[in-house]
Structure formats: C-alpha cells, structure tokens
C-alpha cells in the first residue's frame, strides 16, 4: 500500500472485517485439481509427468509445410511439456464459497461516513515506507535502467543526460501518485453511483479473508478477468470496503486523455502503460523496473488484466504474456522469495457496455476515452444491470509452480541489470501460467438464469412458446450444474419467475409477445433490407455475449459431440482425431491449456458419459437414445462457430487472391457475409462478428494455411488457396479429419 495510506508500523493480524461484521469462515487449505477418472469415458490416462500432445496450434510444433497444413492441424504431436500438467480440473462437484452482498449496508448507512473512515490496511511485512515519487527515483537511478540508458546514448551518439532526460518523461507519464484524498473521493463517489446501477455486488468473503494472509505474507499480484470498465474500480472499492492494501493499477494510456478523470485515476493508483511499445526499448526497461521496483518492494499489490484489453463477447481471451513476464521476473533472479498470483472472477448479470461491444463487433468505431464521453453515459444511472459477482480466487504461489520445473541457476551466472531474453523453458512456464490462471478464472464465473435463457432461445429463432422456453432452461440448467457449472439462482424463485426476471432486466434484447418470446430487432421490418440484417446482427449478438458466458464450461463436451456428428463414425481415433482438429481451429475462441488435447478430449467424454449421453468402449464413443438430445443441443450451440468459420475461410479460398492487411480483410469478409445474410443464403449473423472474423484468421496463420509477414506498417496475409479448402473441407465432413498420433487411446 502507499505510504501516505498505509501505516509504517505492521499491524497485529486481525479478522478479516467489514464495517464491524465478523466474515464467516477462514481460509482453507489449497487442493490441487485431480483429473476425473478417465476410465469412465473409456480412454486411458496419459502417463504421469507428461502432458501428452502439443496441440497444432499457435503454442508448439515447428512451422509446418503449406502442403502438409490441413493434415498437420490434427495430428502433429509437439514437443511433450516438462514436468507434471499444471492445471488439472477437477470434474466432481466442490463446495462453493458463500456469498455476501457489500452493497446491502451501504444502502443503510452514511456513504460519507463510509468514504471517511479510520483505513488501516494490512501490509506487507516486508514494506519499506516510500513515496510515490521515491519509487520513480530509483527506477531512474537503478542499475537496469541506467545500463540501457548508456547503450543507448553509445549507439546514439547522445549524451546520456538527454536519454535520461527522456526516462523521467517516461516515468512522469506513466507513474501513479497514490493520495488518500483521491481514494476517498471515489470511495463516496463510487457508493451512489454503484447503488443506483447494481442491485447486489457480491463477493465470496472466504476469497477476501485469504487475500488478506497473502497480502502480508508475500507481494501479490491480482489477476481479474476482464469484461467492463467498472472491473478495477469494483476491485479497488473492494478492497477499501474489507481494509486491505489498494492495488496499483496497470491502465492504458487512453485513460490520460480524459481531463480531471485520468489524473484522478493516477491518484488512486491507476500507472499507464502505452498500448504497444513500437520497440522502444528505453520504454521497455523504465517500464518493467518501475513495476518490478514497485514489486519487490511490496508497495502494494499489482493488478492488471492478462487479457490485455476487455472481452467484447463473454468469452476469455487468449493471454498476453509482457506484464506476466515482468512480475514474475524478481522471483527468477532471487529478488523475493516468493510471489502470490490471485485469479478473480467478476461476473455481471448485465454488462454496462453490452451494446456498445455489439456495435463495434459490427465496425462502428469504439468511442475515445472523453471526459464529455463519460458525462454523456451518466443516463445509464437510471438502468438497472443487477446483480455483480466477484470470486477472489485461492491465492496460487509461483514458487510452487516452478518447483521442480524452472532451474534459476542460469541467472545467477549473469548480472541482474544486464537485460536477458528469456530461455524457451521460461517462455513455456509464463504461458502454461497465464493459461493456468485464465482457466481458474473461468471455473469460478458465476452463471445467472438469463446466460440459460439466452442459450436456449439463439437455438429457436425467431420466436419460442414461454412456457417452452421455461421447461429447456429448467433441463439446461441440470445439465450445466452436472458439467460443473457455477449457477447462481435467485432465492426462493421458481423457474417462471427466474426467467421473467431475465426478460425484464434484459429487456433491450429480448421480450415476451402473446405467449411468445421474440428478440427484440424492433422496426426490421419497415427498413431497407441492409438495415434489417443490421439490426438483427445487433440483437443476435448481443444475446449471444450472454450464452457465450456458458461455453466455457460447455467447450469440451461440446466438440464431442461436434466430432461425433462431423465424423459420422463411432470409431474413438476418428472421434479424437477431429476433436484435436476442432481445437485447434477454436484455439482463439476458447482457453484450452497448452499441450493436453487428449486430457481435454478425456473431460470432454466424461461429462457426457456423467449425463448419459454417450457409452463408451476402448475402441468406441455412440449416443446413448437418451444422448442423442444432448449431442444435437451441444452441436446446435456451436454451430454459429463452425458455420461462421466455414463462411470465413470460404472468402479467403474464393475472394483474395492478392496480399492483404487486416484491415482490407474486416471490411471484405463482413461485406461478403453481409451479402449472403441479405440473400438468405445463410442464417449465420454471428459471421459478422470481427472478433470471429480475426480469431479465424488467426486460426489459419497457426495452421500455416495463411502466412502472415510483418512489414515496415504492419502486418500482411498471403492465402494458401489449397490448404485452405482442404481445412474447409474437413469443415464440411467432405474429406476424413487426418489421423493424430493417438498411440495412448
């Protein structure tokens, strides 16, 4: 915490607190996630200390011929991964942590009160008092950054009083300037406004009370998932309410040129960062000390968000691995002994910005960051958007997850200020990390009965009997409760009035007509027909932000029961072989752990051997009568993903012949879906999502289908118009997915 809050002194630990009330509870031991039995979905376990198969995606394998693309994209099998799986989830039910909703005492009492209280909150032990501007000084003055300044004046042919000239720029521009005052400001300010928006804003106190221990015993990094604006300023006023150290906040540097807001943010902990660093590497290294120094020193914990921007769609994105790579750098080199890595989740019943994100999935630009911009939104105040849930994870020590994996001798042999590029091995550790913290966010998203209702209805356009309608999200309900999934429904509400009080706080989006419920695209029908399909896309997409929130614990049973129906064939290797196909393909669109498409493929058949859905053999996987309901709801509910691919890749192979940016290649696709939408030739609107249309793209470069080549500008694609069809036709089940080295199934 910064010292001007934080008191130099360690506090005597302490119950965790919330204005007088005792939480309930404390924190319980962490126990790693076991695999499920594999011998219920009749495949054998791959062997311990393996991680079986690198996928053909972009995170192994050497680059593949264009010829042996499509063939390769299922079968390749890496480089095995060092040391035992580091996420392994488990598939039998666990007790969830209870909930308590912060914004019920707030509504009882003085919001000034609240905003001045007596905040003494717990530190890290290790805590050597500082101010804002002393952290910056030794940034500057620290042995890594002066060594890059004097290269650089020497390559330069510059003094190196003009370079550091331009490092305390850097610094001034980046740095937060932590003030009690700001944070208690927005401690008020935040309580009417969260008030007026939120009906609850619950949090697991469990998850508070072991942030607490962590926080003193070690520095912590927080790692929230990302899907609104409010996500920081909900943490930060968190972790006021229950009296724990305010995060430093890494925030992009848009943020700065909203007048009086940016420097407000500044004083309450916000540090900025340049959205891309251009190779500058003076940047570089005043930035990474400035969070290391901030790190090692246990000013404060460190938040930021691995998926490096807010996801437009409900669903995780892949990770970025910069700033995961700085923190945990200290750690490598012996800095600190050890460092705490804290996955949030933070589910919303409804997102703020939810059409937003729908329009700019269409190509309407994403408005600036604005101070007017933000005064113009204040209307929302008078919107109700429910319920927040937030999951404080189970504190995850780096030290125990490079035990046994990562050798930090290599470092010892070098000097620390001398920049080192990271060793394969290391590159491997961050990512399976990011990837590991990524998915325990995911496993403890909290669904609400409106993310069913959404799911169900996008499978029975244009309209669905109510009362149909109530009965399927009854059944998807059981459904997603025996696959693991975290449902949080409304006390003492029967099914009818859960799902009415879905329509009406999403309204915007759907509504109930003699009986009937109907998306709501009003006025489709008296536009052109460009603006009817406009409008459609808009409601379409946005409901399906909503479903999208139940594919992360549909997407491996799901691509089971999607293999099953492309393959035609019982056969467990054909069914593996277009499975690990299928992920590839997906690996933008969903988070799956690097390197273990088997242990997937094994999940995948045990939730639907645990449902009854199929029976499987050591050589056969066949719907049960019982399943086949399930497999057609499974595949129904991707379909808009295999048939928005197929579109997308049917443009590439058919319209591009020339080089092109991704820029060219946005507008192109959405114009040629656009077309097929108009003429109905195809019902698929969700093609017309440009976060589908890059995630494909990106697919087809890891399949080296595509080759991408970096230029002074940017960034240009040359298609491979035959390995791009014969991935289409594997797509359309017209040729066989190519056998993968299966030799353990």
């Known amino acids: 915490m910064a010292p001007p809050i934080a008191p130099s002194p360690r506090p005597p630990p302490r119950p965790l607190q919330r204005a007088g009330q005792p939480s309930r509870g404390g924190p319980g031991p962490w126990v790693p996630r076991e695999a499920a039995v594999a011998a219920v979905a009749g495949v054998r376990p791959p062997r311990r200390g393996r991680a079986g198969e690198r996928g053909a995606g972009r995170r192994g394998g050497a680059r593949r011929t264009m010829a042996a693309a499509a063939a390769a994209a299922a079968a390749a099998p890496g480089r095995a991964r060092r040391g035992a799986p580091m996420y392994s989830k488990e598939l039998t039910s666990k007790k969830r942590d209870e909930f308590e909703d912060i914004l019920e005492e707030r509504r009882l009492s003085s919001d000034l009160r609240y905003a001045m209280k007596c905040y003494t909150p717990v530190i890290y032990k290790g805590l050597s008092p500082c101010k804002p501007n002393a952290i910056k000084s030794a940034v500057l003055q620290s042995e890594q950054v002066q060594y890059v300044i004097k290269q650089l004046a020497k390559e330069m042919g510059e003094s190196p009083d003009i370079i550091q000239e331009e490092a305390m720029e850097i610094l001034d521009e980046m740095g937060h300037s932590m003030q009690l005052g700001a944070v208690r400001f927005f401690a008020f300010t935040l309580s009417k406004i969260f008030k007026r928006l939120f009906q609850r804003v619950c949090v697991n106190e469990e998850g508070m009370q072991r942030l607490q221990h962590a926080i003193q015993e070690h520095p912590v990094v927080l790692l929230p998932s990302h899907r609104s604006y409010v996500d920081f300023l909900m943490l930060s006023y968190l972790l006021y309410t229950y009296d724990l150290a305010l995060p430093v906040i890494a925030a992009g540097i848009d943020f700065l040129g909203m007048k009086i807001v940016g420097e407000l943010l500044r004083r309450a902990g916000a540090f900025f960062m340049r959205r891309s660093f251009g190779g500058n590497r003076l940047y570089w290294a005043v930035f990474a000390e400035y969070v290391k120094t901030m790190l090692r020193s246990g000013y404060a914990p460190i938040e930021f968000f691995l998926e490096g921007t807010r ?6 994105l892949t990770p970025k691995f910069g700033l995961l790579s700085i923190v945990m750098e200290p750690f490598f080199k012996r800095e600190v002994f050890d460092t705490y890595l804290v996955p949030i989740s933070i589910s919303y019943e409804r997102i703020l910005e939810e059409s937003l994100y729908a329009y700019e999935l269409l190509g309407v630009p994403k408005p600036k960051e604005s101070t007017s911009g933000l005064l113009k939104a204040r209307r929302i105040l008078s919107d109700n958007f429910g319920t927040i849930h937030i999951y404080v994870g189970q504190p995850v020590s780096l030290r125990t997850l490079a035990s046994g994996r990562i050798n930090r001798c290599p470092y010892n042999l070098v000097p620390r200020h001398l920049p080192q590029k990271p060793s394969e091995d290391i590159q491997e550790f961050v990512s399976d990390v990011a990837y590991k913290m990524e998915l325990l966010q995911i496993e403890n998203m909290v669904l609400s009965p409106w993310v069913l209702v959404a799911a169900v209805l996008l499978q029975n356009l244009p309209a ?36 009415m009080s879905g329509l009406t ?5 759907a ?18 027909v460009g603006e009817i399909v406009f409008k459609r896309a808009l409601a379409i997409l946005m409901c399906a932000t909503y479903r999208n929130q139940l594919l992360n614990v549909f997407v491996r049973p799901s691509l089971v ?3 099953l129906q492309m393959t035609r064939s019982f056969r467990k290797e054909e069914v593996y072989s277009c499975f690990s196909f299928l992920r590839d393909v997906f690996s933008d669109e969903f988070i799956f752990f690097p390197g273990v498409s088997l242990k997937d493929f ?15 053999t050591q050589q056969e996987i066949y ?10 709801f499974l595949s129904a509910m991707f379909r808009p993903f295999v048939e928005g691919y197929q579109l997308i890749f049917r443009y590439l192979s058919k319209e591009t ?25 195809t019902q698929c609107y969700e093609a017309l999502s440009s976060d589908m249309q890059k995630n494909a793209l990106a697919a087809l470069v890891q399949l080296g289908a595509v080759k991408k080549k970096k230029m002074s500008n940017g960034f240009t694609y040359n298609v491979n118009e035959e390995a791009v069809n014969k991935i289409l036709d594997m797509f359309d089940a017209r040729i066989p997915v190519q056998k993968p080295v299966a030799a353990r199934l």
């Open 311 to 316: 996801s437009r769609t409900a669903k995780t």
């Open 623 to 632: 719907p049960t009568d019982k399943g086949s309901v399930i497999v057609s």
């Open 561 to 563: 029961a999607v293999a």
């Open 602 to 616: 094994e999940e995948g058949c045990f939730l639907l051997t645990k449902c009854d859905a199929i029976q499987a």
């Open 511 to 528: 509504h109930l007509v003699d009986g009937h419920v109907v998306l709501n695209d009003k006025g489709v029908e008296d536009g052109a």
């Open 657 to 681: 012949k020339e080089a092109f940016t991704e820029k060219q290649f946005i507008p192109g696709v959405r114009n040629f879906v656009f077309q097929l939408l108009e003429k109905g030739n």
């Open 505 to 509: 706080l999403h309204s915007n989006i």
């Open 464 to 499: 669905m009997d109510f009362e149909l309608l109530i009965e399927k999200t009854l059944w998807l309900k059981g459904l997603t409760q025996t696959f693991g999934g975290f449902i949080e429904w409304p006390d003492n509400l029967c099914a009818k009035k859960a799902v």
